[in-house]
């Protein structure tokens, strides 16, 4: 089956395919049947999530401020992991936050119920307005996409760098991490950044606001809301 052309609207219909996604809504919708209408339920679809999370597995905010910290203290250039899509393409982000406030809203508005929604912050983004933002945060300089033959393996740069980051939560007098613990997601930051030169990841939110969702966050500015709160909170430097 075809992938479907961008932006991705909340009522497409699935694809024809296997997908635990799809698997788990069948579960819930048969038991909000099998209750008789006593309870309701809601989808909600993110798009790539920037939010806080000190330790969880995948946290791509995180994970690129740990990279960029150990950049700062070997004295490199942040140099761009992925490929000319994902560098130049306009995407979405969805601000944990935001996701937040449109499942409260859902759970108390008739209006949500039993409704399927998208869930990002209402603008665009390219990794090509982020990268310089996060190399100013750390007082780096920067690389963008050099070409697929010069493609930088952010997972490679990164092995054996436990006693490095060890020596930067010493020096920063950081909550005590290990390198796992709040970078343990190379792979998922090349799945971001590695896509082909056609990835997009547009989704429409026009049936939120149809039904009265219209949260919006600014992603520039979640971005460097996130970076500051893991700063606050002493998880990167």
Known sequence: MPTPDPPYAEDMPRRDCPNFYYDQEDILFAEVSRRGGDVSWSVHRHNIILGFSPRSAINVVRSLCVYAAICCKEGVALRWPG??????????ASGADLIAEQHIWAAVDPMAKNQAFNCNNGDLYSWKMLWPMLAARFGLEW?????????????EAMAGKEAVWAEIVRENQLVETHLHDVADSWLMVVVVYGYGTNWKLLDSMNKSKEHGFLGFRDTLKSFNTWIDKMKAYKIIP
Request: no cysteine; aromatic share 22%.
């Open 83 to 92: 490929y000319l899509g994902s560098w130049e393409s306009f995407s979405n």
């Open 143 to 155: 690389t963008g996409y050099d070409g697929e033959e010069k493609q930088f393996k952010v997972s």
